[in-house]
């Protein structure tokens, strides 16, 4: 792995550690910088262009505008009820719907293990915050967002601390199809495999006072095998609440 030199302050570096994956994936992944872009390059995919977090960008600045009332993701939260829930994500990976939650007036709490991924995500919500780049919208909405480091599975949560916890998983056998965005793409070629589905369910449903709301594809089944207490099913995904 390469990293820029004008780099070295962020912290992330002082967080990579010999276990991580980007190491144990490093001659696949270089980190560059994209116009002041922190972006993760595959090396091994040449025609593949960086990738990176952009929250200005104009088709997710059309996805904001359009808001989260009457779509599957804010009836998943219970917006109309729950008016500005402290959610916890679990699993934020480069932090879409974090932001996008955080736009609907939630207060997040996004969780990334991967250091990689976490360094785009922080490097994202850096320039969501710069003076004269970002626009008062996306400082207020990215004010709203705490990330932090860490496996959901070990982090040192309180019980019943959050209103609602929300889970995207990447599990190996319903992994997203080659044809889906770079971004995604990368993730799954980055993030180790998952298995622990009862784990994530069950800890997710000790943390939420309110519901647990867990992001599938469409035809996958069950987590855990945990029937929701409902489905909301879209075209591509669905999503399904767990009521606590
Ligand atoms: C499908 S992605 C999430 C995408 C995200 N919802 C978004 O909008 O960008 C799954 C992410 O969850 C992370 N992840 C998986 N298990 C985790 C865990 N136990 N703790 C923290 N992060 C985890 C992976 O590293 C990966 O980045």
């Known amino acids: 792995m390469k990293i820029p030199s004008d780099y070295v302050s962020y912290s992330f570096l002082s967080q990579l550690s010999f276990s991580d994956t980007i190491l144990n994936a490093s001659a696949d992944f270089q980190f560059v910088l994209d116009r002041d872009r922190l972006a993760l390059l595959s090396t091994r995919t040449r025609q593949q262009s960086p990738v990176f977090v952009d929250f200005s960008d104009r088709a997710f600045k059309r996805r904001l505008a359009a808001g989260l009332q009457g779509q599957l993701l804010g009836k998943a939260l219970g917006l109309k009820t729950l008016r500005a ?32 991924i ?35 599975l070990v982090a040192d949560l309180s019980d019943k601390t ?21 971004e995604m793409t990368m993730l799954q070629e980055i993030v180790s495999e998952d298995q622990c589905e009862s784990a994530l369910l069950s800890l997710a449903l000790q943390c939420a006072k309110r519901r647990v709301v867990v992001k599938r594809n469409r035809r996958s089944p069950d987590l855990a095998g945990a029937k929701p207490t409902f ?13 606590c």
């Open 162 to 182: 959050y209103d609602v916890v929300y889970l995207d998983p990447m599990f190996p056998a319903f992994r997203r199809k080659a044809s889906s965005r770079k």
């Open 231 to 243: 489905k909301l099913q879209g075209s591509k995904s669905r999503f399904d609440v767990y009521c």
């Open 118 to 152: 976490f360094a785009l995500l922080e490097d994202g919500l850096r320039r969501a915050v710069q003076p004269g780049v970002a626009n008062e919208a996306s400082s207020w909405v990215a004010s709203r967002i705490e990330i932090r480091r860490e496996d959901f």
């Open 85 to 116: 829930p402290n959610v916890l994500d679990a699993t934020a990976g480069l932090g879409t719907d974090s932001f996008l939650m955080a736009n609907a007036g939630c207060l997040v709490t996004a969780i990334e293990r991967s250091s990689a």
